[in-house]
């Protein structure tokens, strides 16, 4: 039913890192394997085409071989490069393009100019860690492209609190830590920037964590013409936990976090929006199953 079309070699591997592009890839397989749906990879058999990660310099080529009105590409597209800007020129050369988040289509198509016809929100489907049940932490700091000192700040509001906790740093961390890590957390505190859809907070979602979110509001990566409405948190329920905006207004969100922590239930959100079942019956509405 579905060529999946990607470049394995624009994976990291580093430290026994998994980067966010072989997820969703790997995620994706793991997925149509489940839900029993027919599929290849790099190979045209079936009707339905699916560019869902590859090196940008050899996707137009790649493209070129493909039945057009059959595709779908992405959520791993820059709009911003020589690519993106054929895609943006020529769509009539693609059924639909994904992206992996409401405000990603808000930049393709209130920023960029791309059709909203051709635009589609798709979050890749999460694969739920395997850890085991290990509680000996209260709280794991998940920190990405913020400041430092929110980093300190937090560590030192939880100390205040009389607190244990582990951290996390986005980029040196292997999966066994980060499984190791989740195994004995009570809850996790999210100190991120921008996500277009937040793979590894979505699998902290995965195993029903309780989340407090340092929450930011723009992207803006690309300049002040480029500006839209963001989060740390594209995928986000009030059964996952509070967010707050700013340090000063910490304390307030941590007392009502924590007297409520008990009743938050972030796998409710995961299951409706995230799983495997719900992802694969979204991915064939946008072929039009």
């Known amino acids: 039913m579905i060529n999946l079309w990607y470049e394995e070699s624009y994976w990291s591997h580093s430290g026994g890192r998994v980067s966010g592009p072989e997820k969703v890839v790997k995620g994706t397989i793991d997925a149509l394997k489940e839900e029993g749906i027919d599929f290849c990879i790099n190979r045209d058999d079936f ?12 996707a137009h080529k790649k493209h070129e071989q493909l039945e057009h009105e059959s595709c ?35 930049l393709f198509t209130n920023k960029l100019g ?20 290990d509680v000996s932490i209260d709280c794991l700091i998940y920190y990405k ?13 939880l100390s205040t609190k009389g ?25 996790c505190i999210i100190i991120d920037s921008t996500e277009s859809q937040g793979i590894a907070i979505q699998e902290m979602m995965s195993l029903g964590k309780p989340l407090l979110v340092w929450d930011v509001k723009l992207w803006d990566y690309m300049g002040q013409d480029y500006i839209v409405p963001s989060t740390s948190v594209p995928y986000w329920s009030e059964h996952c936990g509070e967010k707050f905006y700013s ?3 910490m304390e307030f969100t941590f007392d009502k976090f924590y007297d409520k ?3 938050y ?4 959100l995961f299951d409706e929006e995230l799983s495997y079942n719900v992802s694969v019956k979204k991915l064939l509405s946008l072929f039009g199953e």
């Open 47 to 58: 009707t339905h085409n699916f560019l869902l990660q590859y090196q940008h310099e050899i």
């Open 72 to 106: 779908l590409i992405g959520p791993q597209v820059w709009p911003f490069d020589n690519y993106g800007n054929f895609l943006k020129e020529n769509t009539d050369f693609y059924k639909k393009i994904i992206t992996p988040s409401n405000w990603v289509k808000d």
């Open 114 to 133: 791309f059709p909203s016809e051709k635009v589609a929100v798709w979050a890749a489907p999460i694969k739920i860690p395997e850890v085991v049940d």
């Open 145 to 157: 492209n913020r400041p430092l000192e929110h980093l300190e700040k937090v560590k030192s509001f």
């Open 163 to 187: 607190l244990t906790f582990n951290e996390l740093r986005y980029g040196s961390y292997s999966q066994d830590e980060f499984k190791n890590n989740l195994s004995k957390a009570r809850f």
């Open 247 to 249: 340090f000063n207004e």
């Open 261 to 263: 922590i008990d009743t």
């Open 265 to 268: 239930d972030s796998k409710r």
